[in-house]
């Protein structure tokens, strides 16, 4: 197989681009259809296993509180590796203490639940 090297060529990126986003999308389209499918014959497993459809519910519900949970670990653990860098904030510099108040009261004026009434535009 040919080596082509992409740096060369704005062309041959854009194809090479192009290439990755239609793996990436198949891939995703594939592997939401086998989720989708897991999830449900664990549902007529368990209905099947159990002999009732009243808990045939369970395996969903196990798998989104495990999504959940990983998707909790998996949050703090990018919080953990930002934090850990000096002079950095999880949610960066609009999060500091001041940004913060400054943009809740801006975002209550705009919206209309602002705990003076709504934001009036001077004159």
Same mark, same amino acid.
């Given at each position: 197989?040919?080596?082509?090297?992409?740096?060369?060529?704005?062309?041959?990126?854009?194809?090479?681009?192009?290439?990755?986003?239609?793996?990436?999308?198949?891939?995703?389209?594939?592997? !939401?259809?086998?989720?989708?499918?897991?999830?449900?014959?664990?549902?007529?497993?368990?209905?099947?296993?159990?002999?009732?459809?009243?808990?045939?519910?369970?395996?969903?519900?196990?798998?989104?509180?495990?999504?959940?949970?990983?998707?909790?670990?998996?949050?703090?653990?990018?919080?953990?590796?930002?934090?850990?860098?000096?002079?950095?904030?999880?949610?960066?510099?609009?999060?500091?203490?001041?940004?913060?108040?400054?943009?809740?009261?801006?975002?209550?004026?705009?919206?209309?639940?602002?705990?003076?009434?709504?934001?009036?535009? !001077?004159?």
């Amino acid at each position: 197989m040919a080596s082509t090297v992409y740096t060369d060529s704005p062309a041959a990126r854009e194809a090479l681009h192009r290439r990755t986003l239609i793996v990436v999308m198949a891939s995703q389209v594939f592997s !939401g259809a086998g989720l989708a499918a897991g999830v449900t014959v664990g549902a007529l497993l368990a209905a099947d296993m159990l002999g009732t459809s009243n808990l045939s519910v369970l395996p969903t519900a196990l798998f989104t509180a495990g999504s959940a949970g990983a998707a909790l670990m998996v949050g703090r653990l990018g919080t953990a590796m930002i934090t850990d860098r000096p002079g950095h904030h999880p949610a960066g510099h609009a999060a500091t203490p001041d940004r913060r108040h400054r943009i809740a009261g801006s975002t209550a004026c705009h919206t209309g639940r602002h705990p003076h009434g709504p934001h009036q535009p !001077g004159p």
